[in-house]
């Protein structure tokens, strides 16, 4: 009853607040309509003065106008021109011919000054015409306001009326108000006799409630610790966990960047091998080059010595053929001699019996002529034969020395191309070496540089990394004394709770003993703050049982979607999970995703040096096949050892030997070890070049028909010479001699072959 008598007491203090303020608004109104109204009054006044002026005004007005409402200034003129002509008329009487055109001139002026009039009056009109229509606006605009102002003045008298209705209502109202509260006023005093004594009864339930209450707020807020707490230990340990992951990875990635220094140190170390390699390469193939010029000067001095040798043995050949001509004139003669000493004995045997005497001395002279015949017919004989042989011999060492000195000049024009295009090649292989030189040196500095980069970067992150570890391992001691203090102090406030608890359950049981029994009200309230109670001792078992077997039931497919407390809202379990597991497969993936990169650009890094290090073993492998086969070249140039020095009739035996003994030591050599490692290594890479004599080689003949050829050769030369009378020949004895010389132009050529066969 108290508060509703309160409440009507508001309510009508509340009323009679706006009706105060709704007159003050009403006498606020009445003031400025009151203000409007002399206003107008005043503007009455001033209109009916303007009235009266613009009256006046159109009464002077009036006369000038026509009945359309315009001026007539036509009519003026009329009667002013009239005027003048009477003028005119009168003048042109009374004055002479003299003096008309004074009077013609007054009438000019005159004439000017009544048009001057006449433009001023026409202003004038313009002027008061303009006056009148403004008059009239203003008139127009006053009758307006003038309406205006009625209208408003009606609408404020009625505003006025309706007023004064409410405040005479208003103050109905507050009459009955007044009778109401003092109606109202005795009830107050006496409900507030009860509610004193109920007043009483209530603070000691307060009390009780602000202490339920206060327990109900420490709980939750220990609830809310406990919460905050395990959430922090969770993410201390994940923390923990991600921090040991970190420095794990952080340590393979060392390990990593180590392995890859050593193997770029290793890379760099091998790079300045192949440098050295190639700069040793490059000595020798200045060496051979040099060597090359060398050759190519001792074959010029062998080509001019060939070259004189070939001119004497041409003059001897030409003095055996004078000989052979000498001797051949000789053996004509003995021929004739001998046939006509042969006719006369005939003759004479048939004068025997006269000539008894004389063919004793024919016997003794014909015996005579005979041993002289024998004598030189077996001494030219052996002279024709030795010529022969000297001839075939000749023959076949200037065949020979021509085919030497073609074969020589082919090969000398050929290694003088190929030196020309080992020398271009050399030049050009040079200059690239040393491009590529510079590139290596200018990468490896970089590398060097990239490297020592990488080195402070890696020195300057396991510093970061060691100072981060140590704080955070400290952060985390600390973190970990606090949250064991937190807990501590939790738990001793829990147990002042739970004493606390007890006490006033004590309290309460003991009230609940005493006779005097609670109101009802009171009694809800504190069932209804025990179940409470209850339920949040419940939910705070049923939290800490969810939370130790979270892992658990995670395993299982257990976890259930929970809410807390009714003051806060704890995240569901299932959720809370799926959000750790994303967190941490994104960090895994990104930590995934790095080392996917950092691998991708090792790798990338590493195919490029491989690349580098395949171009440069091309090179190295092909130079070395350029140098194995100029060391080839060098032992085919040395073609002075093949050559005889004696003639091949007195050292036969001799030569053969030597030529089998050469033929047997120049094999095939082996190749180098540079060359027989890097050949499977390009076999992919090296193109096979064709023979430099390829097209010799085609046109080449084998050792049977040389065989035959030579055997050709040698018969062809060694034909029986004409029977000149009863002679013997020596062809027999001469068998082995011309044996032995085909015996060495065939070795010779094996020897050739074989070494051709090399070059290729």
Same mark, same amino acid.
Request: glycine letters at 2%.
């Given at each position: 009853?108290?508060?509703?008598?309160?409440?009507?007491?508001?309510?009508?203090?509340?009323?009679?607040?706006?009706?105060?303020?709704?007159? !003050?608004?009403?006498?606020?109104?009445?003031?400025?309509?009151?203000?409007?109204?002399?206003?107008?009054?005043?503007?009455?006044?001033?209109?009916?003065?303007?009235?009266?002026?613009?009256?006046?005004?159109?009464?002077?007005?009036?006369?000038?106008?026509?009945?359309?409402?315009?001026?007539?200034?036509?009519?003026?003129?009329?009667?002013?021109?009239?005027?003048?002509?009477?003028?005119?008329? =009168?003048?042109?009487?009374?004055?002479?011919?003299?003096?008309? &055109?004074?009077? *013609?001139?007054?009438?000019?002026?005159?004439?000017?000054?009544?048009?001057?009039?006449?433009?001023?009056?026409?202003?004038?009109?313009?002027?008061?015409?303009?006056?009148? *229509?403004?008059?009239?606006?203003?008139?127009?605009?006053?009758?307006?306001?003038?309406?205006?102002?009625?209208?408003?003045?009606?609408?404020?008298?009625?505003?006025?009326?309706?007023?004064?209705?409410?405040?005479?209502?208003?103050?109905?109202?507050?009459?009955?108000?007044?009778?109401?509260?003092?109606?109202?006023? $005795?009830?107050?005093?006496?409900?507030?006799?009860?509610?004193?004594?109920?007043?009483?009864?209530?603070?000691?339930?307060?009390?009780?409630?602000?202490?339920?209450?206060?327990?109900?707020? =420490?709980?939750?807020?220990?609830?809310?610790?406990?919460?905050?707490?395990?959430?922090?230990?969770?993410?201390?340990?994940?923390?923990?966990?991600?921090?040991?992951?970190?420095? =794990?990875?952080?340590?393979?990635?060392?390990?990593?960047?180590?392995?890859?220094?050593?193997?770029?140190?290793?890379?760099?170390?091998?790079?300045?091998?192949?440098?050295?390699?190639? !700069?040793?390469?490059?000595?020798?193939?200045?060496?051979?080059?040099?060597?090359?010029?060398?050759?190519?000067?001792?074959?010029?001095?062998?080509?001019?010595?060939?070259?004189?040798?070939?001119?004497?043995?041409?003059?001897?050949?030409?003095?055996?053929?004078?000989?052979?001509?000498?001797?051949?004139?000789?053996?004509?003669?003995?021929?004739?001699?001998?046939?006509?000493?042969?006719?006369?004995?005939?003759?004479?045997?048939?004068?025997?019996?006269?000539?008894?005497?004389?063919?004793?001395?024919?016997?003794?002279?014909?015996?005579?002529?005979?041993? &002289?015949?024998?004598?030189?017919?077996?001494?030219?004989?052996?002279?024709?034969?030795?010529?022969?042989?000297?001839?075939?011999?000749?023959?076949?060492?200037?065949?020979?020395?021509?085919?030497?000195?073609?074969?020589?000049?082919?090969?000398?024009?050929?290694?003088?191309?190929?030196?020309?295009?080992?020398?271009?090649?050399?030049?050009?292989?040079?200059?690239?070496?040393?491009?590529?030189?510079?590139?290596?040196?200018?990468?490896?500095?970089?590398?060097?540089?990239?490297?020592?980069?990488?080195?402070?970067?890696?020195?300057?992150?396991?510093?970061?990394?060691?100072?981060?570890?140590? &704080?955070?391992?400290?952060?985390?001691?600390?973190?970990?004394?606090?949250?064991?203090?937190?807990?501590?102090?939790?738990?001793?406030?829990?147990?002042?709770?739970?004493?606390?608890?007890?006490?006033?359950?004590?309290?309460?049981?003991?009230?609940?003993?005493?006779?005097?029994?609670?109101?009802?009200?009171?009694?809800?309230?504190?069932?209804?703050?025990?179940?409470?109670?209850?339920?949040?001792?419940?939910?705070?078992?049923?939290?800490?049982?969810?939370?130790? /077997?979270?892992?658990?039931?995670?395993?299982?497919?257990?976890?259930?979607?929970?809410?807390?407390?009714?003051?806060?809202?704890?995240?569901?379990?299932?959720?809370?999970?799926?959000?750790?597991?994303?967190?941490?497969?994104?960090?895994?993936?990104?930590?995934?995703?790095?080392?996917?990169?950092?691998?991708?650009?090792?790798?990338?890094?590493?195919?490029?040096?491989?690349?580098?290090?395949?171009?440069?073993?091309?090179?190295?492998?092909?130079?070395?096949?350029?140098?194995?086969?100029?060391?080839?070249? $060098?032992?085919?140039?040395?073609?002075?050892?093949?050559?005889?020095?004696?003639?091949?009739?007195?050292?036969?035996?001799?030569?053969?030997?030597?030529?089998?003994?050469?033929?047997?030591?120049?094999?095939?050599?082996?190749?180098? !070890?540079?060359?027989?490692?890097?050949?499977?290594?390009?076999?992919? /890479?090296?193109?096979?070049?064709?023979?430099?004599?390829?097209?010799?080689?085609?046109?080449?003949?084998?050792?049977?028909?040389?065989?035959?050829?030579?055997?050709?050769?040698?018969?062809?030369?060694?034909?029986?010479?004409?029977?000149?009378?009863?002679?013997?020949?020596?062809?027999?004895?001469?068998?082995?001699?011309?044996?032995?010389?085909?015996?060495?132009?065939?070795?010779?050529?094996?020897?050739?072959?074989?070494?051709?066969?090399?070059?290729?």
């Amino acid at each position: 009853m108290k508060e509703a008598t309160q409440a009507a007491t508001k309510l009508q203090t509340q009323y009679l607040e706006k009706q105060q303020v709704s007159l !003050n608004e009403l006498k606020m109104d009445q003031q400025q309509t009151a203000v409007l109204v002399e206003t107008a009054k005043n503007s009455l006044d001033e209109l009916k003065k303007s009235r009266k002026d613009s009256t006046q005004a159109l009464q002077t007005i009036l006369p000038l106008l026509e009945e359309g409402g315009t001026l007539a200034p036509a009519e003026e003129t009329r009667t002013v021109i009239a005027e003048l002509q009477e003028e005119y008329k =009168q003048c042109g009487k009374l004055i002479t011919v003299r003096t008309a &055109q004074e009077v *013609i001139k007054m009438l000019k002026e005159k004439l000017t000054f009544v048009g001057g009039d006449l433009i001023e009056s026409k202003s004038r009109i313009r002027e008061l015409e303009a006056d009148c *229509i403004k008059d009239k606006q203003s008139l127009k605009e006053s009758v307006q306001t003038l309406l205006i102002s009625s209208q408003q003045i009606a609408e404020a008298s009625l505003l006025l009326r309706k007023q004064q209705e409410e405040s005479l209502q208003a103050l109905v109202c507050a009459a009955d108000a007044e009778g109401q509260l003092s109606v109202a006023q $005795k009830q107050i005093t006496d409900l507030l006799g009860c509610l004193e004594t109920d007043r009483k009864k209530l603070e000691s339930l307060q009390a009780i409630e602000q202490q339920n209450m206060d327990l109900i707020s =420490q709980l939750r807020g220990k609830q809310l610790e406990a919460a905050t707490l395990e959430h922090k230990f969770s993410s201390l340990d994940q923390t923990l966990l991600n921090a040991r992951e970190f420095t =794990q990875e952080q340590k393979c990635k060392i390990q990593v960047l180590q392995n890859t220094i050593e193997f770029q140190e290793q890379k760099i170390r091998d790079k300045e091998d192949e440098e050295e390699d190639l !700069n040793t390469t490059l000595e020798k193939l200045r060496i051979s080059e040099s060597q090359a010029n060398l050759n190519a000067e001792q074959l010029r001095s062998e080509r001019d010595g060939i070259a004189q040798r070939f001119g004497t043995l041409e003059h001897e050949i030409s003095v055996a053929r004078i000989r052979i001509e000498s001797f051949n004139e000789r053996l004509g003669q003995a021929d004739t001699r001998f046939q006509l000493l042969q006719e006369r004995f005939d003759e004479q045997s048939l004068t025997l019996r006269i000539t008894k005497e004389a063919n004793g001395d024919l016997d003794v002279s014909l015996n005579d002529l005979k041993d &002289q015949l024998k004598e030189v017919q077996d001494s030219n004989s052996a002279v024709i034969g030795k010529y022969q042989v000297d001839s075939a011999v000749a023959c076949e060492k200037i065949a020979s020395l021509t085919e030497q000195l073609e074969c020589r000049r082919v090969e000398y024009q050929l290694r003088l191309d190929s030196d020309k295009h080992l020398l271009d090649q050399c030049q050009l292989e040079l200059v690239v070496v040393q491009e590529k030189n510079i590139a290596l040196v200018d990468q490896l500095g970089a590398l060097k540089i990239e490297f020592q980069s990488q080195r402070d970067s890696n020195k300057e992150a396991q510093a970061d990394l060691r100072i981060q570890l140590a &704080q955070q391992s400290l952060d985390k001691q600390e973190t970990i004394g606090l949250m064991k203090e937190k807990v501590a102090s939790t738990e001793r406030m829990l147990d002042d709770s739970k004493n606390v608890e007890e006490e006033l359950r004590v309290q309460l049981s003991l009230r609940d003993s005493e006779p005097t029994v609670p109101l009802a009200m009171h009694q809800s309230t504190v069932d209804a703050q025990e179940a409470l109670i209850k339920e949040q001792e419940a939910k705070i078992s049923d939290l800490t049982r969810r939370a130790t /077997t979270i892992a658990s039931r995670h395993k299982k497919g257990q976890l259930v979607i929970y809410t807390g407390l009714v003051s806060f809202h704890i995240e569901p379990e299932a959720t809370f999970v799926q959000s750790l597991i994303k967190k941490t497969q994104a960090l895994h993936e990104e930590k995934l995703v790095t080392k996917d990169n950092e691998l991708c650009r090792i790798t990338n890094i590493n195919k490029q040096l491989e690349s580098k290090i395949e171009t440069m073993q091309v090179e190295m492998a092909r130079l070395l096949i350029i140098q194995v086969s100029e060391r080839r070249t $060098k032992s085919i140039m040395d073609v002075n050892t093949l050559m005889p020095k004696s003639s091949p009739l007195s050292d036969a035996p001799s030569q053969n030997i030597e030529v089998d003994e050469i033929s047997t030591d120049l094999k095939r050599p082996a190749p180098s !070890n540079g060359a027989a490692a890097l050949a499977p290594r390009n076999s992919a /890479t090296l193109t096979t070049r064709p023979p430099k004599n390829a097209g010799a080689s085609t046109s080449r003949r084998t050792f049977a028909t040389m065989e035959e050829d030579s055997e050709d050769d040698i018969v062809d030369d060694n034909l029986e010479p004409p029977k000149l009378g009863k002679r013997d020949r020596n062809a027999v004895e001469e068998a082995p001699r011309t044996r032995q010389v085909r015996n060495y132009t065939v070795a010779y050529c094996l020897l050739l072959t074989e070494v051709v066969d090399e070059e290729t």
